[in-house]
């Protein structure tokens, strides 16, 4: 199975608060689990990603926790402000890499001032 | 600008029309994806193009088709169309074919309205 799922649909969040998405799997040959930030009008961006032989991937006021056992990821974004407000996307795939990313079907931050 | 480039950036036609979309890929990136984004499928994986060949087939209809020609940009073309084909379709590079930090830089999408 290719599917991944992501909950929620939709998040608001006020500024300075934690904002956390998840993400589950089914398929155990994906190995490659980025996130994707996406503004309106824009294609998706690479936020952070995270490999299944850490447990977690901090970059600045982003993390990702994994938990391969339970096949679910997770974005936790820290302090979150009105410009983190986007459509956040998990993804992933087979062979370490980015090609041929499945992806959920994304979540709508919006972060009130 | 994320360096991939995509043509049109809006395109209006009618059913049973036929369209191209382009794609340059980032400077040096040898591997050119399509994905399409529509609010009932999400973002669907299309086709991955590497140097010239086709190297991986999604969830891409007989009625589509793409290329990758040797200056390395992309053309995605799309034939007989239908309502259902409305949506916003991105093209991505990245610089390898396999492995390694492969990261997909997206382009700003082509929006698609089928009437």
């Known amino acids: 199975q290719q599917q991944v799922k992501q909950s929620p649909q939709s998040l608001i969040v006020q500024k300075g608060g934690i904002s956390i998405i998840n993400c589950a799997y089914e398929?155990?040959?994906?190995?490659?689990f980025p996130w994707y930030q996406q503004f309106p009008g824009k294609g998706p961006a690479l936020l952070i990603a995270i490999r299944p032989d850490v447990s977690e991937k901090k970059e600045g006021r982003f993390t990702i926790s994994f938990n391969k056992s339970a096949k679910q990821f997770s974005l936790h974004i820290m302090d979150s402000q009105p410009g983190d407000s986007a459509t956040y996307f998990c993804a992933a795939s087979i062979g370490g890499s980015a090609r041929q990313l499945t992806f959920g079907s994304g979540t709508q931050l919006t972060v009130l001032p | 600008d994320s360096g991939v480039t995509q043509t049109p950036k809006h395109l209006i036609t009618a059913t049973g029309q036929r369209v191209t979309l382009r794609c340059s890929p980032r400077?040096?990136?040898?591997?050119v994806y399509w994905y399409q984004q529509s609010l009932d499928q999400g973002l669907q994986f299309l086709i991955q193009y590497y140097n010239g060949e086709e190297r991986a087939k999604g969830n891409i209809l007989e009625r589509f088709s793409a290329q990758q020609f040797p200056d390395l940009h992309s053309e995605l073309n799309l034939s007989s169309l239908e309502l259902g084909d409305s949506a916003l379709y991105f093209c991505a590079s990245s610089p390898l074919q396999r492995a390694g930090a492969n990261v997909l830089t997206f382009g700003a999408g082509s929006r698609l309205t089928v009437l």
């Open positions: 398929n155990t040959a994906f190995d490659y």
């Open positions: 400077s040096g990136d040898l591997s």
